[in-house]
Structure formats: C-alpha cells, structure tokens
C-alpha cells in the first residue's frame, strides 16, 4: 500500500488528487479548516421505475463515515444495501441527495475526471471477485496502478507491499484457479488497497468463506482503517463479521432503520480514535445504531450457514478488471 497518508489521518481535498488537475493546480474545492469526513452522504433517495410504480431502493438515508473508521451495513436481502454502496463510489449517478468522498462531491465530476478520482480515492471489493483468470495475482493487483498510469518500477514495488500486506508475498505469480478461495479474497483486497484509497468499499467480503478465514479477510480490512487512515463501508450479513466495525447500521426497505424514529445518520460515540464503542445515542434525524459492544474484536461466533448476499446489485453490468462494477460515466 502506499505511504502517501499518515496512518489515522484524515484526507482532505488538498492532499487528495482531483480529477481533471494538472500537477500542482490549485483544487477548484476550499480547504476546510477542520478535516472532512472521509464519507458523507446526504439523504440519498433512489428510485427505480417498475412499469408505472416507483420503487425505492433507498429513501433518505444519511451516512458518515470518518477517516480510519469501520462502518458495517446489514439487513436483510433488497434492503439497498449495495445501492448504497455503488453510491457511495459514485458509481450510479441516478439519485437524489448529495455524496461527498474527502469533501469532493461526485456530482461536480464527470467522465474520466469521475473515474480517475474513483481510483485514486476508492478501493472496491466486490462480490464475485472479478479476478482475471489468465493474469497472476501481481498481475490482478496491478490492474489499478495500471490504469493510473502509475510507472513500472513503483508498480511493482506497490504491488509487492499490497501481496505482502495480506499475507501473499510468494503468492504472486500464481493464477487465481491455483489459489484457494481465501487466497483469492485477500488478492481483491489487496487490489482495493493498492492505490491507498481514503474509503474501501467492500460487498459481502466473507460472504462464501468458512470463519476462520472470514475473520482474516476481515482484519485486513480493518488494518486497512487502524493503520492507513482508510474510511471502511462493509455490506454483511453476517453479525459476526459485524462486531469488528465500529458503528453498525441496518437497512431494510431502503431506509436506516431506527428504533421509535426514521432513518438518519447512525454514528458511534467514540468512534475510531477514542473511547469503547457501544450504543449510541444516534444524532439528529436518526436514532441510535446497532449495539456493538465488541467493535473491533474477533467474532465470538462461528459465522457459516451465510451464502453470498442475493440483493440485485443497482446497475445492470458485469464488473471491470479494476475490481470496481461498471458504470457508464
């Protein structure tokens, strides 16, 4: 991964690369005084259209998630959960509400300035993997640097620390047919980290694991927030997986659920940086999240008998060779 940010620190528009800037180009955002949350989404509402009905696959749902925090997002299947997700990215423009990563908002970009600022500041681990299975796990790992027009040496030194970083230094030259199924999901991950993204965004990651290597999928990621200042969003169904985040929020019928109120911005009390994370005492609009009293560790309970998530994802389209779905920018 790369040394670009200090572990823990937050991002900001001024040392993130945005899209369309030439070197050394003042960013066409402020600079705040105070650092940006790494996420924010702003009473996101999506809407499909089924004939003459009006479905909602999310309605209202705010979210905020801080540099080096680890958000998990449960529910049940259709709830919105990879919705939210592909939003999150910037990978489906059809919404109402406003989505800002590092406090740029992806409705200010467009086209390839869209997708070079998705690379930079996004790591995706999607469901299926989305593996090359001609291309060794180096070469898997590489796609995104690649796509950067990152030069070859410093390619091949960041994607020698991203294998080594989740355990598969000598791993390197195989294919993905000669790695088992934990192997292959600690390649994605570290092709989600390659680019030391400011948020990693991963669907259902334990989702076909047995639990002990579930819980090592998992670490990584949170390794990803604890010691690289990344912004971690995870969809699981899996309560287990669940109580390694640091704030836990459920979505069933494309709302945040809240118990006695709607929908808001569910947020720990301590959060990442300090204190023990427990109920909340949710802020305005929202409720208090999930109770998570052991938010970041090992899950006590066995988590198999769980299947890969059978939510429809929101766009229609196959995934790329960067690992991140498709989306016509």
Not at 119 to 138: I, S
Request: glycine content about 14%.
């Amino acid at each position: 991964m790369g040394s670009s940010s200090k572990p823990g620190a937050a991002r900001t528009p001024a040392d993130t690369p945005a899209d369309g800037l030439a070197a050394g180009a003042v960013p066409a955002v402020p600079v705040p005084a105070v650092p940006v949350p790494a996420v924010e989404a702003v009473q996101l509402t999506r809407v499909h259209r089924d004939g003459r009905r009006e479905l909602k696959s999310l309605d209202g749902v705010s979210l905020t998630v801080a540099a080096g925090e680890v958000v998990a997002v449960t529910g049940p299947s259709g709830a919105g959960k990879t919705t939210l997700l592909h939003l999150l990215g910037g990978l489906d423009r059809q919404h109402e509400g406003r989505v800002r990563v590092v406090g740029v908002d992806w409705q200010t970009l467009r086209g390839s300035d869209r997708a070079r600022f998705r690379r930079r500041n996004c790591g995706f681990v999607v469901q299926g993997l989305a593996l090359l299975p001609q291309a060794t796990a180096a070469e898997n790992v590489e796609v995104p640097l690649l796509l950067d027009g990152i030069p070859a040496p410093d390619r091949r030194d960041r994607v020698a620390r991203a294998l080594g970083g989740v355990g598969l230094a000598d791993e390197g030259a195989k294919l993905p047919d000669q790695l088992s199924g934990g192997q292959q999901q600690r390649v994605a991950i570290a092709r989600a980290l390659v680019n030391d993204p400011a948020v990693v965004l991963a669907d259902e990651p334990t989702g076909s694991l047995d639990s002990e290597t579930a819980a090592s999928v998992v670490r990584l990621l949170l390794a990803a927030a604890r010691e690289h200042g990344a912004a971690v969003v995870l969809v699981t169904h899996d309560p287990a997986v669940a109580r390694y985040a640091d704030t836990v929020v459920r979505l069933r019928s494309g709302r945040l659920e809240a118990p006695g109120g709607e929908g808001g911005v569910p947020r720990t009390g301590a959060g990442p940086t300090g204190g023990a994370p427990g109920t909340d005492a949710g802020p305005t609009g929202g409720g208090p999240a999930d109770a998570n009293p052991t938010a970041g560790s090992p899950p006590g309970g066995d988590p198999t008998g769980r299947g890969p998530s059978t939510e429809s994802p929101t766009l229609d389209d196959p995934t790329t060779a960067a690992g991140e779905p498709r989306t016509e920018e």
